[in-house]
């Protein structure tokens, strides 16, 4: 791994032999390991994450906590780009590009005019995520996740950091994610036919009058991505802030004061 590291910290609320494993690759390797399980009956993402940070906290003297899921593969490079975002005092939040190893999202959302890159970082600056991203102490120090958060946990923790004055820095060396959502119901076999015809679209292949209509109206189908990801609610929510604004301040102002979810007074004082 080309990251330096001392400390493995395994939060494991499993049944499996994760821990052995662990364990082995901490021995192997002269490392130390914490390995930690939660108290309570119906643990969540947010009780697990809270956890590793206190550990962190309570058992290190490192100056950075680093998140790293089990399919991201840190891309050679990474290391080196990082330790130089590390020298901004600011920065409180280190985060990769989550290239996916499935090329399908790609060519969709740049058949949609849109840059692959900076959609994967828009979705970032809004959603959060944790599959590569470093933490600076000080910008952690006080968290506290509100315990049922059993997804978006890693949403709310880039927010708090956001909110606390920190930085995040974008490393775009990233990672090669290898759980594709392509593979998991990401695509829809409807919207696998818009990409088909639109190929045919771009080359000159005639196609049935009612789909190039449909091709054509790409905010429309900007919509239908965004719903079958999403959810109808948030997918439409997230969908109009993507037409109105461009950037992450202006979304959260936008979605605080229309929706009240991203409120700082509300994520400092939880």
């Not at 049944?15 to 494993?21: A, R, S, W």
């Not at 600056?125 to 944790?130: E, H, M, S, V």
């Not at 998991?184 to 818009?194: E, R, V």
Request: aromatic content about 12%; glycine content about 6%.
């Amino acid at each position: 791994m080309q990251v330096p590291y001392d400390t493995i910290i395994l939060v494991d609320d499993g049944n499996d032999n994760t821990k052995l494993i662990v364990r082995d690759f901490a021995s192997e390797h002269n490392k130390e390991i914490l390995i930690l399980r939660s108290p309570y009956e119906k643990p969540t993402r947010a009780l697990a994450r809270q956890m590793a940070i206190n550990a962190f906290l309570e058992n290190t003297v490192s100056e950075w906590l680093f998140f790293l899921d089990d399919d991201a593969i840190l891309r050679p490079g990474w290391w080196e780009v990082s330790k130089e975002l590390m020298k901004d005092p600011a920065v409180g939040e280190i985060w990769g590009i989550n290239w996916d190893l499935d090329n399908r999202r790609k060519e969709y959302v740049e058949l949609l005019g849109d840059s692959y890159k900076e959609y994967l970082i828009r979705a970032f600056q809004i959603r959060g995520g944790t599959h590569d991203t470093l933490y600076r102490r000080d910008a952690i120090r006080d968290v506290i996740i509100p315990h049922w958060l059993h997804v978006y946990e890693d949403a709310w923790l880039h927010h708090y950091v956001n909110c606390k004055g920190w930085k995040s820095a974008i490393n775009e060396i990233g990672i090669i994610h290898l759980n594709s959502p392509i593979s998991s119901g990401f695509m829809s076999d409807a919207q696998k036919t818009i990409i088909k015809y639109r190929l045919l679209l771009k080359y000159g292949i005639d196609t049935d009058e009612k789909v190039k209509i449909r091709i054509k109206n790409s905010q429309a189908v900007r919509l239908r991505y965004s719903i079958s990801w999403y959810g109808i609610i948030y997918g439409t929510v997230r969908h109009m802030i993507y037409l109105l604004y461009g950037s992450i301040k202006q979304f959260l102002y936008a979605l605080s004061k229309s929706k009240g979810l991203i409120d700082c007074n509300n994520i400092l004082h939880e």
